[in-house]
């Protein structure tokens, strides 16, 4: 049933867009307007600002899943046989991933345009390297590889073995452990990347 694949997929790219693209966009615009400036001149560090930047966004993304889940269970029937608890872990922990890259890559850009070509392209590869639509076991054997270092391949095997096949935490702990370790590095090179000018 198409359904159980490619609603657990939408939530992913939902959460790719609002926590990733958005918080890029909204730097890159700060930049340009020059209201950045003004956080620049303060006593603030870079990890409060990473953190003042990134808040309302993960507080969106998991109000989208949340509005997802209720749409997919109201209108299509499908709800998850797992804890519901498990996957807003494994989204807040996707949220961290796609919300540092989104700042490091506003940290580098210096155009509004420049920030969406880069962006755009990590969301393409992640529709089609991560097993959202193309399933991975489909793909030749180096590409398979490659989707090791893809984070929405994580994300995605843990929330369709929590939706259909009823995983616990326990059960995908690997999972759990490659997006806590992605998240990690991408949240430090974010803040790193934040060159304060004085």
Known sequence: NFK????????IILLIIICGFLPALN??????????????????????????????FW???????????????LVYGLSPKGNIGAIYVAAILFSLIMSGMGVT??????????????????IIIFQL?????????????WAQI???????????????????KGATMSDLWIQYTCLAAIAAVVCVLAALSYKKRT
């Open 146 to 164: 490659i989707t090791y270092a893809v984070p929405p391949r994580y994300f995605n095997e843990i929330i369709r073995a929590i939706y259909l």
């Open 129 to 141: 390297m991560g097993g959202l639509f193309p399933p991975i076991s489909s793909m030749p054997q």
């Open 105 to 122: 890559v506003a940290n580098r850009s210096t155009t509004m345009l420049q920030s969406i070509f880069v962006m755009f392209a990590f």
């Open 27 to 56: 730097l890159v615009n700060e930049k340009e307007t020059g209201t950045i400036e003004a956080m620049n001149v303060t006593p603030v560090g870079r990890f409060i600002f990473v953190l003042s930047k990134l808040i309302p």
């Open 4 to 11: 159980n694949f490619m609603i657990p997929a939408l939530l």
């Open 59 to 73: 507080a969106t993304g998991i109000l989208v899943i949340s509005v997802g889940m209720a749409i997919g269970w």
